[in-house]
């Protein structure tokens, strides 16, 4: 039986390409699969594979000091959902272009937000009722088929996107408003959240585990409504069988939460599209542009 394993550890890394050598071999010898990211800050990984290998690389991993109380998460899926084991060095762990501003230490990112378990960040919404905003810490295009309800969807389509976001003026009123920032496994969150902090907004938390943890803890009979948007051959994931479809194809407008490669293949993007509009070859492109590139390389 297989899984695939989620995980982050924030934590200085002296020598981060001894790191990526000890992790790469490890991963291999496992014969695991996925994208592992190290940077002077910490790791950052999603792996998959035999559910007994993925065990012995949870307790080879933890034997590193600052990797001792990592929190590993688990989800369905297995190795044949990645293409190959990749561990890369990287300045960030998350590219927010933020790494001369986000301090670690030993107990993880100073001057985060506070962390709230699924179940603190219902109770906060009971107590505090609609004065509590949501604010999403992912790309928009993942927003756009599952989120918190009611909550803000940032202009972004990559974590870089973030700072120039805050920066701008619109979200000024929120800064005396509890905020509750969220991503997919939290990892987002933890530099999100003190970015915010540095750019004066007074109160803000993020859920512990992320939206996968929610999910875990409520399915779809909580906060949470729609598909989450995952980065491994699944694309998307549902935490029940009655998930509410909140994403719209986007040529004819009907509920969906199916996401195509565009068929240019020098395109990167997504295609939102429903299963019926699928059938058609020509809507599954980015854009006008890029089905005119596609259709001008076959006639060459």
């Known amino acids: 039986m297989q899984k695939i394993l989620l995980y982050y550890k924030f934590t200085p890394i002296k020598d981060a390409a001894a790191v990526r050598l000890w992790q790469k071999t490890l991963a291999d010898s496992l014969q695991l ?3 592992i ?3 002077p800050h910490g790791i950052n990984g999603t792996v998959g594979g035999d559910i007994d290998e993925l065990r012995h ?3 080879m991993t933890k034997e590193f000091v600052g990797f001792k109380d990592i929190v590993f998460k688990w989800s369905d899926g297995g190795r044949e959902n990645f293409p190959r084991m990749s561990v890369k060095v990287r300045p960030e762990i998350v590219a927010f272009d933020a790494a001369d501003e986000l301090r670690v230490d030993e107990q993880g990112v100073v001057g985060g937000g506070v962390h709230l378990k699924p179940q603190q960040v219902n109770q906060l919404v009971e107590e505090r009722g609609e004065e509590v905003v949501f604010f999403d810490g992912r790309n928009a295009h993942e927003a756009a088929i599952g989120k ?6 940032p202009d972004t389509h990559t974590s870089r996107d973030f700072i120039t976001e805050l920066e ?3 979200y000024d009123e929120l800064k005396d408003k509890p905020i509750v920032t969220y991503c997919t496994g939290g990892v987002r969150c933890e530099i999100l959240s003190s970015l915010m902090i540095n750019r004066g907004f007074k109160e803000v938390y993020q859920i512990d585990g992320g939206i996968v943890k929610y999910g875990e803890a409520y399915g779809d009979d909580g906060l949470w409504e729609g598909s989450l948007r995952v980065f491994d051959d699944r694309m998307i994931v549902d935490f029940s069988d009655h998930a509410k479809v909140i994403g719209a194809c986007s040529h004819c407008g009907g509920p969906t939460n199916n996401y195509e490669n565009c068929a240019w293949a020098n395109c990167n993007e997504l ?3 429903c299963l019926q509009c699928k059938q058609n070859p020509d809507l599954l492109y ?4 890029c089905r005119a590139q596609a259709h001008l390389a ?3």
Request: glycine share 8%; proline share 0%.
């Open 37 to 39: 990211l190290i940077s």
């Open 271 to 273: 295609v939102l599209i």
């Open 286 to 289: 980015h854009s006008q542009v």
């Open 148 to 153: 918190f309800k009611n909550a803000i969807v």
């Open 57 to 59: 690389y949870i307790k």
């Open 298 to 300: 076959q006639t060459a």
């Open 33 to 35: 699969r996925g994208r």
């Open 168 to 170: 701008s003026g619109k």
